[in-house]
Structures are given as structure tokens and as C-alpha cells.
């Protein structure tokens, strides 16, 4: 056991998925939950089973607004789990569904966010096969949390890993970047942004998919939630021990949330999205991997951003201005409770 200094309690930063959220895990939950599956922290286990290999992801979901532009809690809850098991290359088949519901709240808010769930899982592909329901005293809850498990399978030949990224790889992200941070925000606050930026919430296992089925020469994805994408990069570069050399000038942001964000003392960068993902690519097929990625609806905008360098973890962003900017973890929670 670890003797932890009297008074350290969990902070709101110790969720928000950067620099405390890896401690909390490192020091707490690997320390008691020793599995090979888990040691890799990757986005979902991959297991291997008599009649194939599995792939299993669990996540919980206290986003405040219950509804937003763009989505819900329960899109969000459905759309979060299948894009974990998405990004690990398995096709996601089932989910469990847990609600702990806070007495007092309205049976008609419950009901609109089953049917966002069930319009969600049409859209994925999936089913809800079990699940469970909890209710608490008026007070003790803010009003509703959902936790999803899922479970998929993993295609012959589907092999993502750290192991595979070397020098020269191209990295591709999807399409801009910030918008579901920014329209929680803007509902959260009734912020005139609100009817500008839309939550780019959705199931990315149809554009995974059609990637990985035409390009043997993915070595990773990543969905780009909380920690945004400088997080998400920072993290595959200290697990795979290389460098990322970004290119700010290539990354997709729009107008109005590069400008909400700068007023608001945010950066985009670090941002949720929840229906990116980046994908670092073999430089040969890096033209065939983007043209995969644009026919896809969800990739209309996909974009090469920065390459894979030999190195030990750091990820460099060379600025418009010719500089060259070090990116960490996400350190401190800038917009808590966004998934």
C-alpha cells in the first residue's frame, strides 16, 4: 500500500484524462488490478479466446448538460463505448447499459434518452444485451449517469499496437476539432454559441472499418475524447517510445471555436471530441488511407497533420510563427463533466 499524505483527496482533474488521471491510474489501480489485458491502458482489451479473439472497453458518462447541440448522455454513452472498441481495429457487437438515476427526475428526460440510446445503436450496429438500473436519494445524484461496457471482435490480420509505430509514419485525423467541448460548454452556460457549434458526437466504427479493411498499414488509432488531441498524441508517444513532430498549420479547428475558445482561455488542442480519431499510417499508404478516410461521411475532412519520429516521448507542434511548441498531458480539468 501506498501511505498517501493526510488530506490528499480525488480532484476534478483526476478525470479529466491528462497528467492526474494517468497518476490515479498508475499509482491506485495497477498497483491492486494486476492483468496483462489492462497493462497496456489502451482504449479496450484485447483478449484471446478459444473461439477468437475479443476485444472489452467500459466507460462512464456524467456529461452536464443531460442534452446538448448536436447530442446526450445516452448518444453519448452508446457512441463513447463503440468508438473505444472502433479504435482498438474490433467490430463492436454488444453492450451492457448501467443508469444510476437520481430521484425526482423526470420519467419523460429518462425516456428520451433511451430512445437516443436505441437510435444510436441502430446507427452503430450494436445491441444492448444487459444491463441494470440503480436509484438514488434526491440529492446524493446529479441526476443521471450511464456506464457502458462493450464487446467486440477482432478481424484476422487486425494487429494496432505501439509496437508497430516507426519513423516516417503519417498521422491522420479525421476532420476539426474542439466541437463537442465547445457545444457543451456553450449549452452549460447558455452561451450565444450554442446554435454555431455542434457536437461532433457519432459511431466511428463504419469509417474505422472501411480503413482498416483497405490499408493493412494502420498501426494505431486513438478517439480523441477527454485530453483532446494533444493528450491523445502525447500518450501513444510515451507508450511507443517515439517522437510526433505536429503541423499547427494543418490542424482543423473551425473559426468560431478557435475564437470561443481563445475568449474563454482554452485550447482547442485539448478539447473533447467525440467522433475523431486520429490514425498513424505506413507513409506509403498515407494517400490511400486519406482517400478512404474523405469517402466517408465522417471523414469529408480528414486531414495528414505530423509524422512519427525516432525519439523518446515528446510530441513538438512547429507553429504557424516557425516556432516549435512542446505538447504534455492535459494537466488540470478546463471544462469538467464533457462525456
Known amino acids: 500500500m501506498i501511505n498517501h499524505p493526510d488530506g490528499q483527496v480525488i480532484l476534478l482533474a483526476h478525470g479529466d ?24 491502458l489502451a482504449d479496450a482489451a484485447l483478449l484471446d479466446d478459444s473461439g477468437g479473439r475479443l476485444a472489452l472497453t467500459t466507460d462512464s458518462f456524467v456529461v452536464d448538460p443531460l442534452f446538448f447541440n448536436g447530442g446526450d448522455i445516452g448518444k453519448l454513452a452508446v457512441c463513447g463505448t463503440v468508438n473505444d472498441l472502433a479504435v482498438s481495429g474490433a467490430v463492436p457487437r454488444y453492450l451492457a447499459a448501467s443508469f444510476m438515476i437520481e430521484e425526482g427526475l ?19 450496429g450494436v445491441q444492448v444485451a444487459a444491463g441494470d438500473t440503480k436509484v438514488v436519494q434526491r440529492g446524493h445524484l446529479d441526476k443521471l449517469f450511464i456506464t457502458t461496457t462493450g464487446v ?61 479493411a483497405r490499408c493493412p498499414g494502420v498501426k494505431i488509432m486513438r478517439d480523441l475524447t477527454r485530453g483532446g488531441l494533444a493528450t491523445a498524441v502525447k500518450e501513444i508517444a510515451l507508450a511507443a517510445g517515439v517522437d510526433f513532430r505536429l503541423e499547427e498549420e494543418a490542424l482543423p479547428v473551425r473559426d468560431v471555436v478557435r475564437g470561443a475558445a481563445e ?52 510530441v513538438y507542434l512547429q507553429t504557424v510563427m516557425g516556432g516549435t511548441r512542446l505538447l504534455d498531458l492535459l494537466a488540470g480539468e478546463p471544462l469538467p463533466r464533457i462525456c
Open 17 to 40: 484524462g491528462g497528467a492526474l488521471s494517468r497518476e490515479l491510474v498508475e499509482q491506485v489501480f495497477l498497483r491492486h488490478f494486476k492483468s496483462e489485458p489492462l497493462l497496456p
Open 106 to 124: 423526470p420519467l419523460a428526460t429518462l425516456e428520451r434518452v433511451a430512445a437516443s440510446m436505441a437510435a444510436a445503436c441502430a446507427e452503430a
Open 152 to 212: 467486440g471482435w477482432l478481424p484476422a490480420g487486425v494487429e494496432p499496437g505501439y509496437h508497430r509505430l516507426a519513423a516516417g509514419d503519417v498521422v491522420l485525423i479525421n476532420g476539426f476539432l474542439g466541437d463537442h467541448g465547445l457545444a457543451v460548454l456553450s449549452r452549460r452556460h447558455g452561451l450565444e454559441l450554442d446554435g454555431q457549434i455542434v457536437s461532433d458526437c457519432a459511431p466511428l466504427n463504419g469509417i474505422t472499418g472501411a480503413l482498416l
Open 263 to 314: 475568449m474563454l482561455g482554452l485550447d482547442p488542442l485539448y478539447l473533447a471530441n467525440e467522433g475523431k480519431f486520429l490514425a498513424v499510417v505506413d507513409a506509403k499508404e498515407a494517400q490511400t488511407a486519406l482517400d478512404v478516410l474523405r469517402e466517408h461521411p465522417l471523414g469529408r475532412r480528414t486531414c495528414a497533420i505530423g509524422r512519427v519520429e525516432a525519439g523518446r516521448g515528446n
